[in-house]
């Protein structure tokens, strides 16, 4: 038994702080616990708290325990300021340019304390976001082998780990901003644009255009940082042997050894070309942790609740660790509506205000609908400025507002018929796992290309090319009905039994044990024990 317990591989996870990325590291976390892998998930102290505040019952301890992983909190450096009056919100949320401060300068000592104090050789691996790629040092000096971990889709990966490849070839500049030639013209408006062919990164149907390269974040000043961020980011990944990437094997956006099916969807590749680490695509990880809600998809009628397949364990029995407070009161509205009626509309936690013109408009074209919708709209000023005097009052009744939702809960609900969304990876992810139709408003970041697959390669959702009233109001009209949106939602029930039920899952669940062993094969207390034994 004594033999049994050392044997246990130690792994120490260490996520990008912010939602997106937390979310999917616990559910890696759960997937390699479910291969016998003692996990911990390490985050900054302030996410730390928030995740507290927002759980039901809080844990007076520096560790707590989420769906059976250990959550532990490093220090950061980043004063606490303490919750504002509302409840729901809090002043602990430092901007991109303070968390990357506590990354470099103080976290890293704090990482190295916790993995010396585990004991020499405890820790079998370091398995870091490959945003936080702060920590790779840390194990470099601690002799701990690290791998990555890229929360979003491969396309994106790939597309960022081109970097090198497009400064070469002059497609970006140094500062990563487009470098374009004066004959290459956008046509529509006039304006210099380039679309990246060419490299083979991603499927030609995409046309990515240079402006929505994913680091490409905020005004110049910001690109620069940022693009700077990715560079150091890049050289410190070069020493991964593996990446894990949440997405499912099927995905398209392999290289050029990869040939499309019919639905756009290509093979990758097991290993990435040339020296770099091999890729391993773990994905859906929401599935692989052991969460696999079955919508029920009856029809008419009111009161519909959603029903879980009796093979697969409800998501909550395995709940992700929220930064946020969620509003559950939209589950028992949703429970009153009519079977796929409602149109959820969300942006997600980690987008930044887009506007009080765009968020009137939407407004404006939600209401112009006719249609039942639940909008989580943060319960902020700076975002909802724009709602037109006495919005909520207005539409009571048939549009629901709230500050945050359960959003798995809200996706699984059979209520739901379309989700507008800003196309994170996440989000992404949960609506094709719920069967769920998109409509696409993507603001920064790897959305741009995580849209163009919703809307050109596996075609199902549709793109707002405006956010205008009228263009929400009739593109809501052509997802929620007649023959159009009839075909987007076989596309998506078609890709869900794809990615949820079919060959992917398999591939995803072989690649984290192949993960696994690879380990406990290289671990020297597991190789000193195989040789007693």
Not at 198 to 214: D, Q
Not at 245 to 251: A, G, I, L, Q, T
Not at 504 to 509: D, K, V
Request: with cysteine; hydrophobic share 40%; proline share 6%.
């Amino acid at each position: 038994m004594g033999a049994e317990a050392i044997q246990q591989l130690a792994v120490l996870l260490v996520p990008f702080p912010a939602q997106g990325h937390v979310t999917p590291m616990l559910h890696l976390a759960r997937a390699l616990a479910a291969h016998g892998v003692a996990a911990t998930v390490a985050v900054p102290d302030f996410i730390h708290r928030r995740i507290a505040a927002a759980a039901a019952t809080s844990r007076a301890r520096d560790n707590q325990a989420v769906g059976g992983v250990e959550l532990a909190s490093i220090p950061s450096g980043i004063p606490h300021l303490p919750a504002d009056e509302s409840g729901g919100r809090h002043a602990d949320q430092p901007g991109f340019g303070a968390i990357v401060h506590a990354m470099e300068n103080h976290m890293p000592e704090q990482l190295e304390r916790m993995l010396l104090s585990t004991g020499r050789g405890r820790v079998a691996c370091l398995v870091v976001d490959v945003l936080a790629s702060w920590a790779v040092p840390v194990a470099e000096r601690c002799g701990v082998p690290a791998a990555g971990f890229w929360p979003a889709m491969l396309a994106s990966y790939r597309a960022v780990a081109a970097i090198p490849e497009l400064l070469r070839k002059g497609v970006i500049s140094e500062s990563g901003t487009p470098a374009v030639s004066s004959n290459q013209l956008d046509d529509k408006d006039g304006r210099e644009e380039q679309v990246v062919r060419g490299l083979r990164i991603l499927p030609a149907k995409l046309e990515l255009s240079t402006k929505e390269l994913p680091w490409l974040v905020g005004d110049s000043e910001t690109q620069r940082s940022r693009f700077a961020f990715w560079l150091q980011t890049l050289r410190r990944a070069r020493g991964f042997r593996s990446v894990l990437v949440n997405s499912f094997p099927s995905e398209a956006g392999a290289g050029s050894a990869a040939a499309e099916d019919d639905d756009g969807l290509q093979q990758p590749p097991p290993q990435r070309q040339a020296a770099g680490p091999r890729v391993l695509p773990v994905g859906p990880l929401l599935v692989l942790a052991g969460c696999n809600v079955e919508r029920a998809k009856g029809a008419g009628g009111g009161g519909v609740a959603a029903t879980n397949n009796n093979n697969s364990q409800p998501c909550s029995k395995n709940p992700a660790a929220s930064m946020w407070q969620a509003d559950s009161t939209c589950i028992r509205w949703l429970d009153a509506q009519p079977a796929a009626s409602v149109v959820y509309v969300s942006f997600g936690s980690w987008v930044g205000p887009i506007g009080d013109d765009k968020i009137r408009e939407l407004a404006l074209g939600l209401e112009a609908t006719g249609r039942p919708f639940l909008w989580a709209l943060k319960d902020d000023p700076s975002w909802r400025a724009g709602l037109p005097a006495g919005y909520a009052g207005s539409v009571a009744g048939r549009g629901k507002l709230v500050g945050w939702a359960p959003q798995d809960d809200v996706l699984g609900h059979a209520a739901i018929g379309c989700y507008l969304t800003h196309c994170g990876w996440n989000s992404t992810v949960e609506a094709i796992q719920h069967g769920v139709r998109m409509l696409c408003c993507p603001v920064s970041g790897d959305q741009f290309i995580n849209c163009a697959y919703i809307t050109r390669v596996w075609e199902i959702g549709l793109k707002l090319d405006s956010v205008s009233h009228d263009v929400v109001r009739d593109c809501i009209e052509r997802i929620m009905g007649g023959t159009e949106g009839t075909r987007l939602q076989e596309k998506v029930d078609a890709l869900r039994q794809r990615v949820v039920t079919g060959e992917a899952r398999c591939l995803a669940q072989g690649n984290v044990r192949s993960f696994v062993n690879e380990i406990k094969r290289d671990h020297p207390l597991l190789t000193q024990i195989y040789n007693i034994l």
